[in-house]
């Protein structure tokens, strides 16, 4: 059973969709209205209309904190909103797009985190859980319940194609 969960959220996102010159690999850019930081504690606190941008990455959110302990290029980025929005482009303009409670930016694993009623979207197919996790080198996907959601949901929505 769990090997068809897995090939099922990994049938999300398919193998041949990448990020265009790796999002990962640009320049992040934070806007918000309000900013504090604590160079001694490499803590950051943004809030108030925050919105990250790293390539064609977008996460809007209420606030952000960076924690930045850990050094260069192993920053985690928590963001919290009502909901907290993620967009990104793949290889051939193919959107994805994702909102939840928090979502957490692991910088050195590439890796989202989305948690409190997280729902991720590509192609008109989703998976909404109470935690998703997404790699965006690998394009790979988990999905958890938890204990307000009981079952992992996967919607997939069938090609359209026209007949010969």
């Known amino acids: 059973m769990n090997r068809i969960k897995f090939f099922l959220l990994t049938a999300l996102l398919s193998a041949n969709s990448y990020a265009s010159n790796p999002d990962y690999s640009q320049p992040i850019a934070i806007t918000s209205d309000n900013n504090e930081t604590s160079i001694k504690e490499n803590i950051s606190v943004y809030t108030q209309n925050v919105e990250i941008r790293q390539g064609s990455l977008t996460i809007k959110a209420d ?3 960076i924690n930045a302990t850990a050094g260069k290029g192993n920053e985690v980025f928590i963001t919290t909103g009502n909901p907290v929005r993620y967009s990104q482009l793949l290889d051939g303009d193919i959107p994805v797009t994702a909102n939840a409670a928090e979502i957490r930016y692991d910088l050195a694993s590439r890796t989202l985190t989305l948690s409190g009623n997280a729902q991720l979207s590509q192609s008109g197919s989703q998976v909404q859980a109470a935690v998703i996790r ?7 996907i988990s999905a958890e319940s938890g204990e307000q959601q009981k079952r992992v949901t996967t919607i997939f929505t069938p090609e359209n194609k026209e007949n010969p």
């Open 134 to 140: 997404y790699n965006l080198e690998s394009q790979q």
């Open 63 to 65: 606030r952000l904190e």
